[in-house]
């Protein structure tokens, strides 16, 4: 099976910078994938690449089996994106712009996939205000219809619900989700990883223009088997026999680091024996943001 | 070719939305021109025999009209989009550069020969139309805003910021168009100056396109057509150049 992207020893250096240093991924159709870093890891590099906006320094990428250099055509006529940056024409409609966008995609006659877009996106009733009168989270919404006008099979949507209410945000997931169960590979970066935890099969962590993790997000999230037993006690002392545990406190709510179930009851026995009562207690699953912690922090600046 | 058609009717409505302030403005300012000049110089300046002085001026300032606003069109729909971003959504669609140059060129084209033809209208309203005017007119008009309509696009493309723009604009189309023999034949000039003005491309394209009107011109409009034909093709092949290597457009 071609696949939806795939992108060989791709590099961008800016000068003495790497922006991009040597990454290879592949991204199977159908898959939902997230591309998460710090700010200036090289998400918006990679995904200006994919887009043709910047050409790479060395390497190569596809998009459908098609080069984004040589074939930009082929590639950017199955691609879809949706920047970053909250961009508008002011001279035009919401409508207007939508056929516009698919005249430059060779499609004329767009009028009843543009009707359903402006209806699943809500904009049906704003399709004939001019884009400067809209709210953010409106044209933020305009720019995923106009990255949909061609039906590309590749999504790649930069930073989707930076700045978007709640309401939206999930309906915008929703959204989003729905397109990808019918079909579309989606490649998204947030920073909101509960919602890439949520929502992506796949993740790929960047850092200093290098992938330092790729793997499911399954895989990922039980890589960390630290657990966090929360604890609210009766008193703010802890009895001797439990200082040395790896613990961090705040008041009276103390946190466990437990490796596996079998400590909490060593942990609950010595309180018990100590006859320190538990007024509230909490077991927390190790989620992507520990990884993602986890993964920034062990991996050393400029590491291959 | 959808898309050639689409971004050009795109850029033809952003200035036809606008166009209080893209064609009836420079109409009016060319006007006032007109009245101002005809009214001082009149009874004073002959320059082609037989040829009275507003009769003259009228093609210059036509002309005139014509270059500033292919210019003008070009240069600002793409400095806007670069500014405001939204440049993107061109860059993101499968138009070949070429398409791109064809379709900005053609719209400045279309907004200098509109402005122009307005002109042409108002003063011939007001002063009589012109004795005759012959194919050599409509094609250094063709010319002219092509010419301009790819200077345009090289200076929109390598200008970041507005007061760049307005630099080019101040600094090199304004002085080379007012100095190309709109107002004057430059044959009335020194000889130092007279040469200087040959090296002005924009001399050539008034001469050429008054000749249309008076058959009487500075040099033989062949010359000027030749010298417009071939500064054209250069001029463009470095816009292609510009667009396909995708300078200050892709990174």
């Not at chain 1, 984004?68 to 909250?86: C, F, N, T, W």
């Amino acid at each position: 099976m071609t696949p939806a992207i795939d992108i060989q020893q791709l590099g961008k250096r800016y000068g003495a910078l790497a922006a991009l240093d040597h990454i290879d991924l592949v991204i199977q159709p159908g898959e939902f994938f997230a591309l998460l870093g710090p700010n200036g890891a090289g998400k918006t590099t990679l995904i200006s690449i994919l887009a043709g906006l910047t050409r790479p320094t060395h390497g190569s990428a596809k998009v459908m089996g098609y080069d984004v250099l040589s074939e930009y055509r082929a590639a950017r006529k199955r691609l879809g994106v949706v920047p970053q940056e909250l961009v508008y024409d002011p001279f035009f409609t919401v409508r207007e712009m939508l056929v516009i966008q698919s005249g430059y995609f060779g499609i004329q006659g767009n009028d009843a996939w543009i009707d359903e877009i402006l209806y699943r996106l809500d904009l049906a009733d704003k399709a004939h205000t001019n884009l400067r009168a809209l709210s953010g989270g409106m044209k933020r919404r305009v720019l995923i219809a106009q990255a949909l006008v061609h039906k590309p099979p590749v999504i790649i949507l930069d930073e989707p619900t930076a700045g978007v209410d709640v309401d939206l945000r999930q309906s915008l997931w929703q959204f989003i989700q729905h397109l990808n169960q019918e079909g579309h590979t989606v490649v998204l970066t947030t920073h909101y990883l509960e919602e890439a935890e949520a929502l992506c099969n796949r993740v790929a962590m960047l850092k200093q223009g290098r992938i330092v993790a790729l793997d499911s997000m399954r895989n990922l999230v039980r890589s960390i088997q630290d657990y966090t037993l929360e604890l609210r006690l009766s008193t703010d002392a802890l009895p001797a026999a439990l200082t040395a545990w790896p613990v961090h406190h705040d008041g009276n709510l103390y946190s466990f680091k437990i490796k596996d179930y079998a400590e909490i009851e060593s942990v609950l026995s010595i309180l018990r024996t100590s006859g320190i009562r538990i007024l509230e207690m909490q077991l927390l699953q190790p989620d992507l943001e520990d990884v993602f912690v986890n993964i920034m922090e062990s991996v050393p600046a400029g590491a291959s | 070719m959808t898309g050639f058609y689409t971004l050009l009717y795109k850029e033809l409505m952003r200035f036809w939305k606008v166009s209080f302030q893209t064609i009836l403005a420079p109409v009016l300012s060319s006007l006032l021109y007109l009245l101002i000049f005809s009214h001082v110089l009149e009874s004073r300046v002959e320059v082609y025999e037989g040829v009275a002085y507003t009769v003259f001026l009228i093609p210059g300032l036509v002309m005139m009209a014509v270059l500033q606003n292919a210019f003008a069109n070009s240069s600002s729909s793409l400095i806007q989009s670069k500014i405001t971003g939204n440049l993107v959504f061109i860059l993101l669609a499968p138009l070949s550069y070429l398409e791109i140059f064809l379709a900005y060129v053609g719209a400045s084209m279309l907004r200098g020969l509109a402005v122009g033809l307005g002109v042409y209208g108002v003063a011939a309203w007001f002063y009589g139309p012109p004795p005759h005017v012959s194919l050599w007119a409509i094609l250094f008009a063709l010319l002219g805003s092509a010419l301009l309509g790819v200077i345009g696009l090289i200076a929109g493309i390598v200008s970041d910021k507005f007061d760049q723009l307005a630099a080019f604009q101040n600094f090199l189309i304004l002085p080379l168009t007012f100095l190309s023999g709109v107002f004057y034949s430059v044959h009335s000039l020194p000889p130092v100056w007279q040469f200087l003005s040959h090296l002005n491309p924009f001399f050539y394209l008034i001469d050429g396109f008054r000749y249309g009107f008076f058959g009487v011109s500075d040099i033989s409009p062949y010359i000027s057509l030749i010298v417009m034909a071939a500064s054209l093709a250069a001029i463009s092949g470095w816009a292609l150049w510009l667009l396909k290597s995708g300078y200050k457009l892709r990174h």
